[in-house]
């Protein structure tokens, strides 16, 4: 019969050891920057917000340097619909006309971004809210003549700014929205930000949190999870159908990152608690690692 005593000497046990696993690699990523995207039931699921925003605080407390980036879907749809504005997508874009971009800019600036920072802060941590207009932190530019009005790519970046604050212990919260060189704001795919923000800032690691296990050979099957692919590999897993449908944009933002300077990408179930720790202070890791050849 196991006892309570029992049960408490082995979860301390437990406890221990992951933290001794997790030593070396506290040592390794101690001031670097960790680049997280954040976004998916991870920001719906207030349990599962919880432990993500303990997380970001533990990573900041043991060394680490993180920068969050964030999206906000659903709440930008719950907002349309109070104001009786009707979502619309094309080709798996938000159709972002005027009064949806003023929509978009008030939830993510204003809301959600706001919301994660006084959740940081009462975790323990120091964060500051931004978003790509402040200090010319990201350059808009249109997506493109796709008919979806106002949704943009990032054409620069000036990370003076996030490095400025990563090195003086702060926590950046970034919402995607950013602007043209005529203020014109746009809005920005969380993904790309959070890819193109990695690069700037010469990131050890970008990291996407999902609603999928990571990169799958069988789409529908959990355990065919691959751990770990180089740049090469990871095209050729989108050239033969491998990798399809939403996931292939998550895997380009991945190479890119990397082939402007960024050690390792990695994408991972946010729906997972702890998933952050797990994946980057464990040896079994938990998502899938994209790195350069070599």
Known sequence: MVTESDYIQKTEATRVRVLSEALPYIQQFAGRTIVVKYGGAAMKDAHLKETVIRDIVFLACVGLRPVVVHGGGPEINSWLDKLGIEPQFKNGLRVTDAATMDVVEMVLVGRVNKELVALINQAGGKAVGLCGKDGNLIRARP????????????????????????????????????????????????????????????????????????????????????????????????ETGVVGGGMIPKV?????????????????????????????????GIGSMIVRPG
Do not use: W
């Not at 950013?178 to 990131?203: H, K, M, R, S």
């Open 143 to 238: 997506q493109g003549d796709l008919g979806i009005g106002f949704v943009g790519e990032v054409m620069a970046t000036d990370v003076k700014l996030l490095e400025s604050l990563v090195q003086n212990g702060y926590i950046p919260i970034v919402s995607s929205v950013a602007a043209d060189e005529t203020g014109q704001a746009y809005n920005i795919n969380a993904d790309t930000v959070a890819g193109e923000l990695a690069a700037a800032l010469g990131a050890e690691k970008m990291i996407l949190m999902t609603d999928t296990a990571g990169i799958l050979r069988d789409f529908q099957d959990p355990s065919t999870l691959i751990a770990k692919v180089d740049i090469q590999q990871a095209r050729e897993l989108i």
């Open 252 to 284: 380009n933002c991945c190479v890119r990152s990397l082939a402007q300077g960024v050690k390792a990408a990695h994408i991972i179930d946010g729906r997972i608690p702890h998933a952050l720790l797990l994946e980057i202070f464990t040896d079994a």
